[in-house]
């Protein structure tokens, strides 16, 4: 009877390795999205691909439709060529569509945003986006504006009005 | 001249030991096989794998816990609690579900698998084994090793499964972190074959060193009350001390680049 009681037990532990494993398997690493499901690869050249990493999701209007299988350098062109793989469903995409880089939320993940375009032939096996759009890097936004404001005709009016404003806050009197 | 002595003496003893606890594993692991010996496999799988279930799943319960926690409060600092799922995962599957499961397995089954196997040779169990032709490799230190082997992974991967739904009972039903995101964000990061599959090898590889000191300390110990107290410290010592160590060579290998 002892010996049952240890064959049931050690069943029984079997029985919820299996459905951890499971669970980390389906629910944590969701490998039941990288079971190839069938789908096409089209590629794309990006200037600068930010933090885009391999299984970012490919998305249509907000919803997903693929995933980004790979990331490398064209050695020819010197610059990226993320590779995708979009759903076998999603057949509809011209080919003069535009693949940009966007970001979800403030500091999220980056993923690929499809927008479509109108020209009537689609989208196949190894076609190519002609129109990329590159992640928005901050520092070249920030170097962007600033040297923007440096060369405006108006530049010795910004600073100058920028302490007054300061002041006015420090104040109290006024919020930005 | 004779502290210079006992010390040489010291290190031939240790390396001696090192030596012997390897024949006693190549002796002990090859034994296994026989259908004889499955009960006897199954029982030790209940003692050393079932019966530290409890410990496992309320700590792996309470570190999920304290993880979403945690994480919670310093990545809501940067506006990014919805990465939470991510953090608890990896930090779960990586190091902590193989390395607390080892310290909590050394502390639970590997001081008893010492204390028993050093009693029974005190009592001269194992010599008599011999005297009637059993080899005590085979019967008594083989389906203890094997279980140790076996149920330390499983334990490991439940321990890691408990922890995560500790992690989402924090972030998601107390702290209101959005559930989606909370199982999106990990699935997007968490990869299966390189970090679950390589925490489960992690947790293999402290199955072999906690279970094989746990039996050499025992087999090993001096057949006194006093050095089996003995055998029974250095057990949990060592393997703590081994786990901690191979941790760190086997993260470099595997997450560190270090290739």
Redesign the interface.
């Known amino acids: 009877m002892r010996t049952r009681g240890a064959e049931f037990g050690v069943g029984m532990f079997i029985i919820l390795t299996v459905a951890a494993l499971f669970f980390l398997a389906l629910r944590v690493s969701g490998l039941l999205d990288s079971v190839d499901k069938g789908g096409y690869t089209v590629t794309a050249h990006f200037q600068n691909i930010g933090g885009l990493a391999p299984r970012a999701k490919v998305t249509l209007s907000g919803v997903v439709i693929g995933r980004v299988t790979q990331i490398s350098i064209d050695p020819k062109r010197l610059d990226a060529i993320v590779t995708m793989k979009i759903d076998n469903s999603m057949n509809q995409i011209s080919t003069d569509s535009t693949a940009s880089i966007l970001t979800e939320g403030l500091i999220g993940g980056q993923y690929i945003g499809v927008s479509l375009g109108a020209d009537d032939s689609m989208m196949k096996q190894g076609s190519e986006f002609d129109n990329t759009q590159s992640a928005l890097v901050l520092e070249d936004l920030i170097s962007k504006f600033l040297f923007s404001k440096a060369t405006a005709p108006d530049a010795a009016a910004a600073p100058a009005s920028a302490p007054a404003a300061t002041a006015a806050v420090a104040a109290g009197k006024s919020t930005f | 001249m004779n502290a210079i002595q006992r010390l040489g003496r010291d290190a031939l003893d240790r390396v001696g030991g090192i030596g012997a606890s390897g024949i006693m594993l190549a002796r002990s692991a090859i034994g296994v096989p026989s259908l004889s010996g499955f009960?006897l496999f199954?029982?030790q799988?209940?003692?050393v794998?079932?019966l530290s279930?409890l410990i496992i799943l309320v700590s792996g319960l309470f570190i999920g816990l304290v993880l979403g926690l945690q994480g919670f409060t310093i990545l809501s600092k940067?506006?990014?609690a919805?990465?939470l799922g991510t953090m608890v995962?990896l930090t779960l599957?990586r190091e902590l579900g193989p390395v607390i499961t080892a310290l909590l397995f050394a502390g639970r089954a590997g001081s008893a698998l010492t204390a028993e196997i050093g009693l029974m040779k005190a009592t001269e169990q194992l010599a008599s084994m011999e005297m009637i032709g059993v080899d005590p490799l085979r019967r008594i230190v083989a389906p203890r090793f094997w279980a140790g082997v076996i149920?330390l992974p499983?334990l490991a991967?439940?321990f890691?499964?408990?922890g995560?739904i500790g992690g989402k009972m924090v972030g998601v039903n107390w702290l209101g972190v959005d559930e989606g995101s909370f199982?999106n964000?990990?699935?997007?990061n968490?990869?299966?074959s390189d970090?679950?599959l390589n925490g489960v090898i992690k947790s293999i590889v402290f199955g072999v060193v906690c279970t094989w000191i746990a039996v050499y300390q025992g087999y090993a110990a001096k057949p006194t009350s006093e050095g089996i107290s003995t055998a029974t410290t250095n057990t949990v010592v060592y393997s703590s001390l081994c786990v901690l160590g191979l941790d760190f060579i086997l993260t470099a290998v595997m997450f560190g680049g270090l290739s």
Not at chain 2, 185 to 188: C, V
Request: aromatic share 12%; net charge neutral.
């Open positions: 009960g199954t029982h799988m209940y003692r794998g079932v279930l940067y506006g990014s919805q990465a995962s599957v149920s499983m991967i439940i890691s499964a408990v995560i199982w964000s990990m699935q997007n968490v990869n299966f970090d679950i």
